[in-house]
Each structure stands twice: as structure tokens, then as C-alpha cells.
């Protein structure tokens, strides 16, 4: 069965290009976003590897810690990484799980037999500093990601964790929010500044600012 929002990101540990690690011991204290590729030596692969690369400041920003796996040997993703580089620009600044006996592909339902063969979909999961799973994603295999959104949503998740708000549709970090609607319009006046009551559900405020 495959893992729900707000379960345990199960432990595991596994050989990778930066050596042997333990999961939760890697990840201790941080965000991990742990994302599956079918394969090595392959095209969208090298570009998602690539842009994750380049991308590498802004997830240490947010303290997050980047993680790929595929169910191919630890030397394919070795004699790969120059590629990663050439392609992205930056070289490969985080590990890649090998899997190839597919005990990580398994444990995170990785692998959808629909989809062709017995290598892994496009999965990616973001796992909060205490283990437990905040966001999951499944791409098929013909399809890259976007990993701007995927900043986008670890912003989001960090801002909702601090305050007592939601994100709306296409928000992005700086835009209005939405007030919980366990808070009243009057607590949110006090707390936030342009509160706007549209609807007695549905009350803007102005980005939280600390
Ligand atoms: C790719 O990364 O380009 C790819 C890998 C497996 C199947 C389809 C595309």
C-alpha cells in the first residue's frame, strides 16, 4: 500500500554516490525531498537531475536536503554524474540512491507496473524535519517535473506550518493568504495586517511577515 499524508517517511538505508547513509539520520532535523527517476543515462532524467543541481542554494535555504534514487547500480549513476553537469551547468551536489535490488522503489511504491516496466515513476515526496510525509507527487515517465513548484510547495508547507493560514490557488511567496478557519476576522485583524472578509469562509490577509 502505498503512504498517505502525514505517515512515517519509512527509514531505510542504502548505498549511494556519497556512500553508504541511514535515511532519517541523513535527513536529521531537516526537509528532504526524496524523488525517483527511471533511470540513468536517459534524457528528462538528466535535465530534473540537472535543474536540482542548480537549484541547490535555494533548497538549503529552506533547509532541505535533496535526495534522488533509481533502481540502477551505484557505478551507472558514478559515470553519469558528468553528464548531470555538462546538461545543468552545476555538478551533482546531492546523492542518488542506487537501488537496483528495488528495496527503497518498494518501500516508497515507486514502481507502478502499469507504466511498463519494473523501473520507477517520477515520484517525489517531501518529508517534514520529524520524518512525517507533507506532499507527494507521481509523474509518469515521459514527463519531467517542475521543481520550481516544488519549491513553491515547501514555501508553502513552512509558511502554513508558522501560521494559522492556507494557500490559495497559484500562490506564490509575497502574495496575499487565507485565514484558517479556526480563527475568527477578528483575531485575524489582530494578527495579520488587510484582512478582507469576501466571504464569511473565505478572509484574505496580507503575507505574514515574521
Ligand atoms: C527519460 O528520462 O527521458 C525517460 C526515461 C524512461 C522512460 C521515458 C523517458
Redesign the pocket.
Known amino acids: 500500500m502505498g503512504l498517505h499524508l502525514g505517515d512515517e517517511a519509512p527509514n531505510f538505508t542504502a548505498e549511494t554516490t556519497e556512500g553508504e547513509i541511514d535515511f532519517h539520520q541523513w535527513k536529521a532535523g531537516a526537509w528532504a525531498v526524496l524523488f525517483s ?3 540513468d543515462y ?7 537531475l540537472g535543474r536540482t543541481a542548480v537549484l541547490n542554494d535555494e533548497f538549503n535555504k529552506r533547509n532541505v536536503k535533496s535526495i534522488a534514487v533509481s533502481v540502477d547500480p551505484v557505478e551507472d549513476h558514478r559515470g553519469w554524474a558528468p553528464d548531470i553537469r555538462d546538461v545543468g551547468g552545476t555538478d551533482l551536489n546531492f546523492p542518488i540512491i542506487a537501488d537496483p535490488d528495488r528495496k527503497v522503489s518498494e518501500l516508497y511504491d515507486m514502481i507502478h507496473p502499469g507504466e ?1 516496466d519494473t ?1 520507477t515513476v517520477r515520484s517525489v515526496f517531501i518529508i517534514d524535519p520529524q520524518n512525517k510525509v507533507r506532499l507527494t507527487l507521481t509523474y509518469p ?2 514527463v ?1 517535473r517542475n521543481f520550481d513548484e516544488i519549491l513553491r510547495v515547501i514555501d508553502a508547507l513552512q509558511l502554513t506550518d508558522a501560521h494559522p493560514v492556507s494557500t490559495p490557488a497559484d500562490w506564490t511567496p509575497g502574495n496575499r493568504v487565507i485565514v484558517a478557519p479556526t480563527m475568527s476576522t477578528d483575531d485575524a485583524k489582530q494578527r495579520f495586517e488587510q484582512v478582507e472578509e469576501v466571504k464569511p469562509y473565505l478572509r484574505w490577509a496580507a503575507y505574514p511577515q515574521s
Open positions: 527517476h527511471p533511470a536517459t534524457p528528462v532524467c538528466t535535465t530534473e511498463g523501473s515517465k515521459s519531467g
